[in-house]
């Protein structure tokens, strides 16, 4: 169901000319929230606006302008800005179409790069995804999110804010090593609320599996496959930006992002092996469900052995013929004692059946 709604949300760009911008993600009826932060070594400005023309207002000689919008259904907001720093049109397309790979493109002047924010919603017990645009230049850095409920980037605002770390002297690509390293740092956090799901459904899986233990198998499959949509893209990305030969991207930055390159990595890794274990997991439960089917029809076919003599006899003495027939009759239709006598021997045949199941080990 969310592929064909996606599908829908893109519908709405069917025919129109390269460069429209268009919004293709969840309608909203709240304003789109902007931040700006004017900064250099000594000093920092924030101000929070509600339009572009605020957010360009003219700043401080020197300094670097970091302006984040949080919210893209206003797309004479992002029109504004792109007009302003010179973005082509088919980059402020990309950044209105949420349902973007992640992704790297120079555009020498600056860099435009695309990624997923993922944040783990306990309320649905699920892995919500927001798509995060950066438009990194010589003196800006322009950051647009979906405006889903918070962000990963409040220490890094406090960093700005404190003068803590490298933030206010270095250039905004080290600024765009920090986004991204926020981004990637909130991915191994929810690689291990994944990781207690895991383990929760393994425990469960190993004691009394049910039709439910299932279907949270597959959920977890599911989510496992988007996180993965998600980050797989980022490790060619991290490794364009740390080997690249843009300009705006300095040498002392790409010591950074060459360890921004390993955590990606090792987040890759580490979600590899849970999706090996979540397909164990549902190896296992197919095995356990055949394995009680066997043990079942194991019961059954061993109560049907068993009743086959049984049946056999009751057959024969269930005859409607006369005893007294002839030299063929049978006389022991008429004795006391055969009812009883029939009972025993029919008791006699299951025992020694069980008997001999047990000894071979059966059951």
């Not at 790979?101 to 783990?120: A, N």
């Not at 207690?196 to 279907?215: A, F, Q």
């Not at 022991?332 to 199941?357: D, H, K």
């Amino acid at each position: 169901m969310k592929l064909r709604r996606t599908a829908g949300r893109r519908s709405r760009k069917a025919g129109l000319p390269p460069g429209t911008l268009v919004y293709t993600g969840e309608a909203r009826t709240t304003a789109p929230k902007i931040t700006v932060f004017d900064y250099a070594q000594g000093w920092c400005d924030e101000r929070t606006v509600k339009t572009a023309e605020e957010a360009l207002q003219a700043k401080r000689k020197g300094g670097i302008r970091w302006i984040d919008v949080d919210g893209l259904h206003q797309t004479s907001i992002l029109e504004a800005i792109g007009t302003e720093y010179g973005i082509h049109k088919l980059v402020l397309e990309d950044i209105l179409q949420t349902g973007q790979r992640p992704k790297l493109e120079d555009y020498d002047d600056y860099l435009f790069v695309v990624l997923k924010m993922l944040r783990y919603n306990s309320i649905r017990n699920a892995v919500d995804a927001e798509q995060v645009a950066l438009v990194i230049g010589p003196k800006y850095i322009l950051s647009f999110q979906e405006g889903l409920e918070g962000d990963v980037f409040e220490p890094i605002r406090q960093r700005l804010r404190n003068h803590k770390g490298h933030l206010r002297s270095l250039g905004p690509d080290y600024l765009a090593y920090s986004l991204l390293d926020a981004i990637v740092d909130q991915y191994f956090l929810i690689l291990e609320e994944l990781e207690d799901r895991v383990e929760d459904v393994e425990e469960e899986l190993l004691n009394e599996p049910t039709r439910s233990t299932m279907d949270k198998i597959y959920r977890l499959k599911r989510e496992m496959l988007t996180v993965r949509k998600s980050i797989w893209p980022l490790r060619e990305v991290t490794g364009q930006l740390q080997r690249g030969e843009s300009t705006i991207v300095k040498r002392p930055t790409r010591i950074y992002l060459r360890d921004l390159y390993d955590h990606t990595v090792a987040v890759l890794d580490t979600l590899e092996n849970e999706r090996e274990v979540i397909a164990g997991m549902l190896e296992i439960y197919l095995s356990s469900v055949s394995n009680r089917l066997n043990e079942v029809m194991k019961v059954l076919t061993i109560i049907a052995t068993i009743f086959i003599p049984l049946t056999f006899v009751v057959g024969v003495y269930g005859m409607n013929f006369d005893p007294d027939s002839g030299p063929l009759s049978m006389p022991e239709l008429r004795w006391a004692w055969g009812y009883p006598a029939v009972m025993v021997i029919m008791a006699g045949i299951g025992l020694t059946m069980l008997y001999y199941f047990r000894k071979k080990k059966w059951f």
